[in-house]
C-alpha cells in the first residue's frame, strides 16, 4: 500500500491564482481530511470528508473548496490565492471517527505539500 | 479556550536522558483519544502512541509512554533514553466523539525538542 499520497510537494502561486492539491489514499478509508500547518505552529482543520459525497468545514474553511466523488481522492481546490494561504498542507486519513473516537486507530498523514503564495 | 496545551515552545535534553513532554487538555466528552506524532525536519507526521479515555493502564510504546492523568487532564509524553534522532517537532493532538462523523483531530501548538549530544 502507497497509504496517503498528495501531489505536488511544492508549489509557488501568484496571488489571485487558483490551483488544486491532490490526495489520494489506497486504505479505503471512509474518513479523509485536509489539514494546514503554518510555520511554527499545529495543524488546523481546514475541511474532512465522512465518506463519498459527503464533506464539511473544518476550523478554517475560507478561501477553500473540497469535493468528495471517490472514496480514494478527496482534492482540495485553492480559488484565488492569498498570501495568507502560505503554508504547508497536510491530507490525512482514516478508518473511523465520531462515536469510535476511543478506538486506538490514528489518522495516516500524507507527506505534506509546501505552498507559497507571492 | 484552547483545547491541547503544549507550554514547552522548545527543549534542549542530554543524550541519554529521559524527557518529559507536558500536553494538557480539555473536554467535557467523555470519549476521546490523545495521540502524540513526531514531526521531524523533513515535515512527514509520524504517529507515535495513543492513549483511549477509557484505557485503564498508561499506554507504552517502545520508549515512548504516555503519562496519563485524566482528573488533571494531563497527557505528557515521556521518551526514555533519548537518541540524537528524536529531535523533532512533537505534538499532542486530541479526537472527541461527540457526533457520528464530526471527527476531528484538534493539534497543540507543538513544542520543539533538541537532543544535544
Known amino acids: 500500500n502507497a497509504g496517503v499520497t498528495q501531489t505536488p510537494k511544492f508549489r509557488i502561486l501568484k496571488i489571485g491564482q487558483s490551483m488544486t492539491l491532490q490526495c489520494t489514499q489506497d486504505?479505503?478509508?471512509?474518513?479523509m481530511y485536509w489539514y494546514r500547518q503554518d510555520p511554527g505552529m499545529g495543524l488546523k482543520l481546514i475541511y474532512y470528508?465522512?465518506?463519498?459525497?459527503?464533506?464539511d468545514k473544518g476550523e478554517v474553511p475560507n478561501g477553500y473548496n473540497v469535493s468528495r466523488s471517490t472514496t480514494e481522492d478527496f482534492p482540495l481546490r485553492l480559488e484565488l490565492a492569498a498570501p495568507s494561504q502560505t503554508s504547508v498542507y497536510f491530507c490525512?486519513?482514516?478508518?473511523?471517527?465520531?462515536?469510535?473516537?476511543?478506538?486506538?486507530?490514528?489518522?495516516?498523514f500524507g507527506p505534506g505539500t509546501r505552498l507559497l503564495v507571492l | 479556550a484552547q483545547k491541547i496545551t503544549q507550554t514547552q515552545p522548545g527543549m534542549f535534553v542530554q543524550e541519554k536522558e529521559a524527557v518529559t513532554l507536558d500536553c494538557t487538555y480539555d473536554?467535557?466528552?467523555?470519549?476521546?483519544?490523545l495521540f502524540w506524532y513526531k514531526q521531524p525536519s523533513s515535515g512527514e507526521m509520524i504517529f507515535l502512541i495513543y492513549?483511549?479515555?477509557?484505557?485503564?493502564q498508561n499506554a507504552t510504546e517502545g520508549r515512548y509512554s504516555l503519562n496519563f492523568q485524566k482528573a488533571r487532564k494531563s497527557a505528557n509524553l515521556v521518551i526514555s533514553a533519548s537518541q540524537l534522532g528524536d529531535s523533532a517537532m512533537y505534538f499532542c493532538?486530541?479526537?472527541?466523539?461527540?457526533?457520528?462523523?464530526?471527527?476531528?483531530?484538534?493539534f497543540g501548538t507543538g513544542t520543539r525538542l533538541t537532543i544535544i549530544p
Open positions: 490525512a486519513s482514516s478508518p473511523f471517527g465520531g462515536r469510535f473516537a476511543s478506538r486506538r486507530e490514528t489518522q495516516y
Open positions: 493532538a486530541m479526537r472527541e466523539g461527540t457526533n457520528f462523523g464530526n471527527e476531528k483531530l484538534t
Open positions: 470528508s465522512v465518506g463519498a459525497g459527503i464533506t
Open positions: 492513549q483511549g479515555s477509557y484505557d485503564q
Open positions: 473536554t467535557s466528552d467523555p470519549s476521546y483519544g
Open positions: 486504505m479505503n478509508h471512509n474518513y
